[in-house]
């Protein structure tokens, strides 16, 4: 069973930038969208962020857009989020996320989404 491990999060203060690391047990090279989503308490899961193989095409959220980048690395098998200008909105679990067929590289919709990673929590303080 494919295994997503994030790494990375912590608490920053409002402003701050934070830089979350993915890595996939299996090769990557293969899967047409690799992502991260949201979840914050209380509140639905959000899709945020995507990129497609050999990364020709990104897309964000409304939410992030401006403030977030991501990077696909297939050789490493690796995705990363880069969050600048974090606000205490941006306060959630995040995680990093895998759909062969590509789908949510265009939707941004969770349950397109094959795979996901355990989570790692982003606390943004005012």
């Known amino acids: 069973q494919v295994q997503l491990v994030e790494s990375g999060g912590g608490s920053v203060q409002a402003g701050g930038s934070l830089s979350l690391s993915c890595v996939v047990s299996?090769?990557?090279?293969?899967?047409?969208?690799m992502g991260w989503f949201r979840q914050a308490p209380g509140k639905e899961r959000e899709g945020i962020a995507a990129?497609?193989?050999?990364?020709?095409?990104?897309h964000f959220a409304d939410s992030v857009k401006g403030r977030f980048t991501i990077a696909r690395d297939d050789a490493k098998n690796a995705v990363n989020l880069q969050m600048n200008a974090l606000k205490p909105e941006d306060t959630a679990m995040y995680y990093c996320a895998m759909d062969r067929l590509g789908t949510y590289c265009y939707t941004l919709a969770v349950d397109a989404l094959d795979e996901w990673g355990q989570g790692i929590l982003v606390n943004v303080s005012s």
């Open positions: 990129v497609t193989v050999g990364s020709t095409s990104i």
């Open positions: 299996e090769d990557t090279d293969m899967t047409n969208c």
